[in-house]
Nanobody, 115 residues
Framework: VQLQASGGGEVQAGGSLRLSCAVS????????MGWYRQAPGKQRELVAG???????DYADSVKGRFTISREIAKNTVYLQMNDLRPEDTATYYC??????????WGQGTQVTVSS
């Protein structure tokens, strides 16, 4: 399984970015897709996730600002990020979980929000 994340960049506070993560390889039995982030000196944290049944969950800090979605036909998961804040600055990683297999990670994409 390979994950290719894209869409990061630098924006001013209040701006928007859309992250994409294309999944290729053995994509069967994927039951969860998520976006995590890690800021310097901090632990990696879950930002948003979506299950195979389209149930979503979000970190409290991004609720109402971020939206996770997926496009099954393209094996792609998205993270729409609106009203970005400096504290959203981090490296963002996508991941997928497959039933009976391990969690797979993308390479990370940098998001920088300036005030």
């Amino acid at each position: 399984v390979q994950l290719q994340a894209s869409g990061g960049g630098e924006v001013q506070a209040g701006g928007s970015l859309r992250l994409s993560c294309a999944v290729s390889g053995s994509t069967f039995r994927i039951n969860y897709m998520g976006w995590y982030r890690q800021a310097p000196g901090k632990q990696r944290e879950l930002v948003a996730g979506i299950s195979s049944g389209d149930i979503t969950d979000y970190a409290d800090s991004v609720k109402g600002r971020f939206t996770i979605s997926r496009e099954i036909a393209k094996n792609t998961v998205y993270l729409q990020m609106n009203d970005l804040r400096p504290e959203d600055t981090a490296t963002y990683y996508c991941s997928v979980e497959r039933i009976g297999y391990r969690t797979y990670w993308g390479q990370g994409t940098q998001v920088t929000v300036s005030s």
